[in-house]
């Protein structure tokens, strides 16, 4: 790569929006600024107040221009919601020259992606598992080689029109332009997880404010996606309720003090939590905070293992389980979820960048990241299509040249008889006058 491109990832979440700048080149994605604003606007990662999301979003963009000193126009935009599904689909076609061709991938992939949608959904990804070339299976990149029957294996994953369209109309609003709309969990699988787990087999789980999301890869391929409505807000609420705090002291009791397992807690700890209506502050002991977000956790983490045995996936997932997020800053989440889950379990958060790294260091981080690792890898395979196109080019062009050299050769060949007739019509009558 001889320039430079800059790339920016949008995360619209139900708690904030982070955008995130990287700059790509020959050496890889160096991050330059990073955007970090509250958010309002969204309900379970779906839009519900236009307003309020534009507002976050320019001015999470203001920011991360500021920091890295370029000017936004382009975004790669998050999106998940408990609207997301998941399907699975085939596709065959016939191999033109007897030889794979990225045109013969690209024909098998519009076969698969070619099944009915609900008039109110649309495609957003169409995730290749395998491929068979006649009837050898398994195969990860079928181009170059032999055969005269091309299958592919996909998982579709579709989406509310309605609810992928607020996030663009919120976007262009404030004066971008989304060049593509991206499932989350998908981009934070980019940022937080290596090739070694994917080939093994892991689930990885992005426990945001409003939805928790479940991808899982087996074989090195998206094997599931599904989006759980829960996420760290249920767990504020239950604080809120339980301990009777407003609920922006329940988040930064949550955040500062919160423990997802009791017995890590000490029986001496005391926490201080603050009135509402203008009651005074009052001590609590620190297991009370405990024993109320314990529950919660738990329930999500047991839906998020029954979703894993439904889709009879739970023994071939032998790398564990990465939790990503920022509903995983809890101490004790790992701990409590390879309790339930019964896998090893880490905390996911970016690798593979370069630059004020310390920035964007945070599990929250890992969507907004991974979005600008997707663009880079979309910016790759465009300019791996490049050559080719230049060369049709070149060959259009050269095919023009030759039919224009030919069209010359023609008219002087038409010009050249239309002399020697010229001349021997003057001949003739040169002849006649001089015999008479």
């Given amino acids: 790569m001889e320039t430079t491109e800059i790339v920016v990832g949008l995360d619209i979440g139900t708690t904030k929006v982070s955008a995130v700048v990287g700059e790509i080149d020959a050496d890889g994605i160096t991050i330059l600024g990073v955007g970090n604003v509250p958010c309002r606007g969204l309900r379970k990662g779906v839009v519900s107040n236009i307003d309020w999301t534009v507002r976050s979003i320019a001015e999470a963009i203001e920011a991360a221009q500021t920091m890295a000193g370029v000017e936004i126009r382009t975004v790669y935009a998050g999106v998940a919601g408990s609207h997301i599904r998941c399907q699975q689909s085939d596709g065959v076609a016939a191999v033109s020259g007897g030889e794979v061709t990225r045109q013969d991938v690209e024909r098998v992939l519009e076969g698969a992606r070619a099944i009915p949608v609900d008039a109110d959904r649309q495609i957003l990804h169409v995730l290749p598992r395998e491929f068979t070339v006649d009837n ?53 699988a980019e940022a937080v997880l290596s090739e070694d787990e994917k080939e093994i087999g892991v689930a990885i789980i992005d426990i945001g404010g409003g939805t928790t999301d479940l991808l899982l890869y087996v074989d090195g391929g998206i094997a599931h996606a599904s989006v759980i409505p829960a996420g760290g807000n249920n767990v504020t609420a239950d604080i809120a309720a339980g301990l009777r705090t407003p609920m922006g002291e329940a988040e930064r009791l949550k955040r500062n003090a919160g423990c997802a397992l009791g017995r890590m807690v000490g029986d001496e700890e005391e926490i201080e ?19 109320i977000i314990e529950p919660r956790v738990e329930e999500i983490f047991a839906v998020i293992r029954k979703r ?18 920022g509903g995983v800053l809890m101490e004790g989440m790992t701990e409590f979820a390879e309790e339930i889950l019964g896998m090893p379990v880490r905390l996911g958060v970016p690798v593979g960048v370069r630059g004020i790294t310390q920035l964007v260091a945070g599990p929250q981080y890992a969507t907004g990241v991974g979005l600008v690792q997707y663009g880079a890898n979309a910016l790759a395979q465009a300019r791996a299509l490049t050559p080719v196109t230049l060369d049709a080019g070149h060959a259009g062009r050269a095919e023009i040249r030759r039919e224009k050299l030919r069209e010359r050769e023609l008219r002087r060949d038409v010009v050249e008889e239309m002399t020697i007739e010229k001349r021997s019509s003057g001949r003739f009558w040169n002849w006649l006058r001089a015999a008479f």
């Avoid at 994953?157 to 060049?179: D, F, H, K």
């Avoid at 939590?273 to 024993?291: I, N, Q, T």
Wanted: glycine share 12%; with cysteine.
């Fill in 136 to 188: 050898q299976d398994g195969i990860r990149d079928p181009v170059g080689m032999s055969g005269v029957r091309l299958g592919v294996k996909v998982n579709l994953i579709t989406a509310a029109t309605s609810c992928v369209q607020n996030v663009v109309r919120c976007a262009e609003r404030c004066g971008l332009t989304v060049a593509d709309v991206v499932l989350e969990p998908l981009a934070s």
């Fill in 308 to 325: 894993i045995e439904d889709t009879g996936m739970l023994e071939q997932l032998s790398a564990g389980a990465v939790v990503t997020g």
């Fill in 273 to 291: 939590v603050p009135g509402v209506g203008g009651h005074m502050p009052r001590k609590a002991a620190r297991r009370v905070l405990s024993d």
